[in-house]
């Protein structure tokens, strides 16, 4: 019985991209990068079928560590680009291989019907909730769920439970993607024009990927030179 759930799990579509990195200023001297993560998919482990959030490189770091202690060592996971020291925010190679590297290790991670059913996967790819945010929703110490993390993604924040509830109501969900294109909010709309015009054909991912990240290259290589 389980053979068969895996099989079937594995039979479904989950399509992710890494792309469009952006440096972001904490301060004057302090600076990072962080990455759009699009996912697509027709998998029923995912709550929302569309999603687009933006991560940085030391979130994937917790997200590993996590989904490592979660399983108890049961699955080898895959490894991340390396952490290094002399990374540059103005290096458009590095940024670029450093970006096909995170992409690599999510296609992998997914690829397990067991992570598939980590909280803090789904946290990670499809709510904006920091690190200590998903922390405590995985284990319960939030007043929302998980699933109402992921639904809330994209909205402006948290409030009460009751003022949640109604946010959550008038929201896209799995079932009323296409109700989206009709809704006022360019918050609903955006993502998934953009993500469905980049999942047309899983097969074409990693062209799009080498294409996007050539062109994220240019334009970083050109900022850089006018800096």
């Given at each position: ?9 594995n ?11 952006r440096?972001?200023?904490?301060d ?8 759009e ?41 895959p490894e ?10 103005n ?6 291989e ?17 992570l598939?059913?980590?909280?803090c996967?789904?946290l ?5 909730l ?5 922390e ?6 939030t007043?929302?769920?998980v699933a ?5 993604c ?6 009460s ?7 959550l ?11 989206c294109?009709?809704?006022s ?6 993502p ?24 994220q ?11």
């Open positions: 019985m389980r053979e068969e759930t895996d099989k079937a799990v039979q479904q579509v989950i399509s992710v991209w890494v792309r469009d990195p440096i972001r200023k904490n004057f001297w302090h600076a990072y990068i962080d990455y993560i699009c996912l697509h998919t027709t998998s029923v482990c995912f709550t929302k079928k569309i999603s687009s959030v933006r991560r940085r490189y030391s979130e994937f770091v917790w997200l590993r560590q996590k989904l490592q202690a979660n399983t108890l060592l049961l699955v080898q996971l991340l680009p390396p952490k290094n020291p002399f990374f540059s925010l290096n458009a190679q590095q940024i670029t450093r970006m096909k590297g995170l992409q690599k290790f999510l296609e992998q991670t997914l690829q397990s019907p067991l598939l059913s980590d909280s996967l789904h990670f790819l499809q709510s904006q920091s690190i200590s945010k998903m405590a929703c995985a284990t319960g110490r007043h929302y769920s109402q993390a992921v639904q809330r994209g909205l402006r924040r948290f409030h439970e009751e003022d949640l509830q109604k946010d109501s008038m929201s896209c969900d799995s079932d009323s993607d296409s109700s294109l009709y809704h909010s360019s918050e609903c709309q955006d998934e024009l953009r993500i469905k015009d980049l999942a047309i054909n899983k097969s074409k991912s990693t062209a799009l990927l080498d294409l996007m990240g050539t062109r290259e240019a334009t970083l290589s050109s900022s850089c030179g006018s800096t």
